[in-house]
């Protein structure tokens, strides 16, 4: 069930798809409604955000790709790593080697 080579495993099934895609890990309402707060308690991403709408023209007017930004800069963009990994271990005992 948990080989990826398996005709009738999880990967079969699509049930590891979750992890496997990149995909976007935060609603951009719940996420937008703390931005306020993270941009005033944190002068170096307030600094850092100013900087880059000033110098990216499309960043300055538009609102999806600030949001953007700001997730990929902010500590809630590491829930990205988890992308593309295979959700499952394997211990192997060293004689079945």
């Given at each position: 069930?948990?080989?990826?080579?398996?005709?009738?495993?999880?990967f079969a099934?699509?049930?590891?798809?979750?992890?496997?895609?990149?995909?976007d890990w935060?609603?951009?309402?719940?996420?937008?409604?703390?931005?306020?707060?993270?941009?005033?308690?944190?002068?170096?991403?307030?600094?850092?955000?100013?900087?880059?709408?000033?110098?990216?023209?499309?960043?300055?007017?538009?609102?999806?790709?600030?949001?953007?930004?700001?997730?990929?800069?902010?500590?809630?963009?590491?829930?990205?790593?988890r992308t593309?990994?295979?959700?499952?271990?394997?211990?192997?005992?060293?004689?079945?080697?």
């Amino acid at each position: 069930m948990l080989e990826p080579q398996s005709e009738s495993g999880f990967f079969a099934w699509n049930f590891f798809d979750s992890f496997l895609e990149g995909q976007d890990w935060y609603s951009v309402w719940g996420f937008e409604s703390h931005l306020k707060v993270l941009l005033d308690s944190d002068p170096g991403i307030r600094a850092a955000f100013d900087k880059a709408r000033s110098e990216d023209e499309r960043m300055a007017s538009d609102p999806v790709v600030q949001l953007q930004w700001l997730y990929q800069n902010t500590p809630v963009s590491e829930l990205e790593k988890r992308t593309r990994l295979y959700p499952v271990g394997r211990i192997m005992k060293k004689d079945n080697l």
